[in-house]
């Protein structure tokens, strides 16, 4: 009866000490590859903020969803990597082999870090189904807030504002108390949007002129006694025309996302919808938690390393791994978003593949991991 507690004892302070080890690393993981992945999109980010002069608040809201965003690709990964690393230190350093000598079998090492494989899963699932869609959509909604303020905003005097996309520039030498731009130019490229107007350019003067729904997506520009000078540069041949009160209406629909509609669509709106594209995010988002917890089958046989080897023998392995992993999922995502292969195989077959794969793994291990010494001195 002694012997059991001192086992139930000695494999308690097993599980906390390995449940720490791969926690530890887990965080260490994760951070560093949420700073690399940080750090190409906070390039971009600030690019994009300098060109359309976004506030502050703006851009590090965008930096704080976008960190969001990329918690569903790097928790997997993180983890995955944290128990090669955490049991390759255990391996490299000769505790595993102590552990084995007092009967520490798979169960024994699956038991604290499914715990926390547990917790991670749960994680994801809420990331996945709720949070990030949330985050990636508030995100839009703000950029393209962002893009629409900075290109209606209030024109200001001695400066040139362009509009849909270059082809429109308007100026303004001052802007009195009222709100009334005064001395006013704007140049118009009609080669743009007309086919029959190749290189044909239009200049506006106008003595005054007033912005009507500044900072809308759809707003109107009103100039008051001026002449247009419409013609083709170069050609020396120019209509001249005067007026007394002209109109200029500008929208700004925001900028180009590369995000699908259905990524930022809430997951109870994926549930009851029957489109391919939608089916196939849906499928993506439980994905992710089953990642996790598959790559935590694989990690424990991959982690094992021979006598003599490195501690970071097994990484380029598990990296391979996890490439060929990710790349069949993300092919089988197109695959079911084109119809290519039903709905009911999904993505659901390269996670079988990869649990069967890991299974044999940890059968073929089976030998060495056999439990002895406690229940053979029994």
């Known amino acids: 009866m002694a012997v059991l507690t001192a086992e139930g004892f000695a494999l308690r302070i097993l599980d906390r000490y390995i449940f720490r080890e791969v926690a530890v690393t887990w965080i260490a993981v994760t951070a560093v590859l949420l700073a690399i992945l940080l750090s190409d999109r906070l390039a971009r980010v600030l690019s994009q903020a300098a060109a359309n002069e976004f506030p502050q608040g703006v851009v590090l809201s965008l930096i704080g969803l976008t960190a969001a965003g990329y918690l569903t690709l790097i928790v997997p990964i993180g983890f995955f990597l944290a128990i090669m690393l955490a049991l390759g230190r255990l391996y490299h350093e000769s505790e595993m082999a102590a552990m084995q000598a007092c009967g520490v079998g798979p ?21 996945s189904f709720w949070a990030i869609p949330s985050a990636v959509a508030r995100a839009q909604e703000i950029r393209a807030d962002a893009y629409r303020d900075a290109q209606l905003g209030m024109l200001e005097p001695g400066r040139f504002r362009s509009f849909a996309d270059g082809s429109v520039v308007f100026y303004a030498e001052r802007v009195d108390d009222h709100g009334i731009l005064h001395n006013v130019h704007v140049f118009v490229d009609r080669s743009r949007h007309a086919r029959n107007a190749e290189g044909q350019m239009e200049v506006w003067v106008a003595t005054r002129a007033e912005q009507r729904g500044a900072g809308r997506s759809e707003q109107l520009f009103v100039l008051y006694d001026g002449e247009m000078y419409q013609g083709v540069p170069g050609e020396g041949q120019f209509r001249i025309m005067h007026f007394t009160e002209a109109g200029f209406p500008i929208s700004v629909t925001g900028p180009v996302s590369a995000t699908s509609s259905a990524e930022l669509k809430p997951t109870s709106e994926l549930l009851i919808s029957r489109d391919l594209a939608d089916r196939a995010e849906l499928q ?64 659901w077959w390269v996670h079988a593949l990869a649990l069967v794969i890991g299974l044999w793994l940890l059968a073929r291990e089976s030998p060495p991991w056999r439990r002895v010494g406690v229940r053979s001195a029994r």
């Open 284 to 347: 993506a988002r439980i994905s992710s938690p089953i990642l996790a917890l598959i790559l935590m089958v694989l990690a424990v046989p991959l982690a094992r390393l021979r006598p003599r080897q490195g501690r970071f023998g097994r990484i380029g392995i598990a990296i391979l791994a996890y490439f060929i992993y990710s790349l069949l999922l993300d092919s089988s995502r197109v695959w079911v978003e084109s119809g290519a292969i039903p709905e009911y195989v999904g993505v």
């Open 107 to 127: 169960a024994s090492l699956y038991r604290p870090i499914a715990i926390l494989g547990g917790v991670i899963a749960l994680l994801l699932v809420w990331l």
